[in-house]
């Protein structure tokens, strides 16, 4: 009881300043890790990208005020202007997908079609397996990479049943995982159209399907689902042995349909990004931390000196300088430790979300690495104010401090 009276007695006398250093110092270290976050994401999205195949290319936008406002004109402009793409002498290929719904475990999920081009751009995407070979069907069964919260129990070389969800019916459809994306389950996305494309604009978290884009597997897919595709925008790969007038006239043939941004702008505008947002996000934060580690510092301090003169009749008591010192230590750091406790359980609510799938996380990574720095902060802070009592008892005895305290 002795023990516990001593833990908690700097309490009684702070607990309206230690409560709220308690809430500003967990708001900024969430603040701090939801930034790290978006940091990571956008880097490992540079990651993705970043592969000699698709340094010799651009990305096309298409102009989406000049499409009809018919779905089937739209579709049939988008892939005129694909096949014009494609047409081009220096154009080794175009990286897009053809998208669809389908269902499985009761829950709607999406599925696309790589082509050549899209595996090749995204090779890197690939956790585990393989992606797709000459071979696109095991023992009937289309071959097929899995990608999502959905499937996090699934191994490789498992087979699972999905449904294609038909004009007329619902078709359970039998495949082979030969392939798979780990968390954080981010997958080729090309919906963003902007004018200052970076590499956070290419990756989405959600559940996939990737299927294999050929003949066979068309054939078996068009039985039942639509897949065709609108195709706003992809990247356009050069040949490795294209000529600088043949890439200007593929240029000029997109400046007149819609807009595109070359590899290295990409690049620029990644850094960019990071420059100016992603460092501005971690100016309000990083203020938080650093009043939060002003208050713990004097809140140590004050209790450091407001408890000397216990402290004292308790080490006459019996009560040891190493047990004086120690209680004063978990007095200080448990509001960091608090702070750290806070962190790691909404960290561990976000991750458990995202991979039952009841939520998605775009455009940041969110995991247990990101506790790290909580940790490292916690452990910085508790060493800096832990070195207050220490240097007091190190340079006064209990009987001197206890004689200044009561010289009156």
Same mark, same amino acid.
């Given at each position: ?36 976050? !978006? ?38 402009? &988008? +892939?005129?202007?694909? =096949? ?23 829950? +709607? ?9 899209? $595996? $090749? ?13 000459? !071979? ?26 999905? $449904? ?7 078709? =359970? ?20 159209? &902007? ?18 884009? +050929?003949?066979?597997?068309?054939? @078996? ?21 294209? %000529?600088?007038?043949?890439?200007? =006239? ?15 702008? #990409?690049?620029?505008? %990644?850094?960019? =990004? ?6 501005? !996000? ?10 939060? %580690? ?17 402290? %004292? ?23 960091? @430790? ?35 720095? &909580?940790?490292?902060?916690? #452990? ?15 340079? +006064? ?12």
């Amino acid at each position: 009881m002795k023990k516990l009276h001593l833990f908690f007695s700097s309490f009684s006398q702070n607990l309206f300043s230690s409560f709220m250093l308690v809430v500003i110092m967990s708001v900024a270290l969430i603040a701090v890790q939801n930034v790290i976050g !978006q940091y990571r994401y956008i880097n490992f999205s540079k990651y993705i990208i970043e592969n000699d195949y698709l340094k010799n290319s651009d990305y096309f936008m298409l102009d989406m005020l000049s499409l009809p406002p018919e779905y089937d004109k739209q579709l049939e402009y &988008s +892939n005129s202007i694909r =096949e014009n793409i494609s047409a081009f002498n220096g154009v080794d290929g175009v990286a897009y997908t053809k998208n669809s719904t389908v269902e499985y475990r009761s829950v +709607n999920i999406n599925l696309s079609m790589y082509n050549e081009s899209m $595996k $090749k751009a995204f090779k890197k995407q690939l956790s585990e397996g393989k992606w797709f070979t000459s !071979q696109s069907f095991t023992d009937n069964m289309p071959n097929v990479v899995i990608c999502g919260a959905i499937f996090d129990d699934i191994p490789i070389n498992s087979d699972i049943i999905i $449904k294609l969800n038909g004009n007329k019916n619902i078709v =359970e459809q039998k495949v082979h995982v030969i392939g798979k994306i780990a968390y954080p389950y981010f997958s080729a996305d090309y919906n963003t159209i &902007s004018q200052n494309v970076s590499t956070q604009n290419f990756l989405v978290q959600a559940n996939f399907v990737i299927f294999d884009d +050929n003949k066979q597997t068309q054939e @078996l897919l068009n039985k039942y689902i639509n897949m065709s595709s609108l195709s706003f925008s992809y990247f356009v790969i050069y040949k490795s042995d294209c %000529t600088q007038s043949q890439r200007e =006239e593929v240029r000029d043939y997109m400046d007149t349909v819609g807009s595109y941004a070359d590899y290295d702008k #990409i690049l620029y505008n %990644t850094e960019k =990004e990071i420059r100016e947002n992603i460092v501005k !996000q971690m100016i309000t934060p990083i203020f938080l931390l650093i009043v939060s %580690t002003i208050l713990l510092i004097s809140i140590a301090t004050l209790n450091t000196y407001k408890k000397l003169r216990e402290h %004292t009749i308790y080490y006459l008591c019996g009560c040891s300088r190493k047990n004086s010192f120690g209680y004063l230590f978990c007095e200080i750091s448990i509001i960091t @430790l608090i702070a750290t406790l806070i962190n790691i359980v909404y960290v561990s609510y976000v991750i458990g979300l995202l991979k039952s799938g009841q939520m998605g996380y775009n455009q940041s990574i969110i995991d247990y690495n990101n506790i790290l720095l &909580s940790v490292v902060y916690c #452990i910085f802070t508790v060493a800096v104010t832990i070195i207050l009592p220490f240097l007091v008892y190190r340079r +006064n005895t209990p009987i001197e401090i206890y004689r200044r305290n009561h010289n009156d």
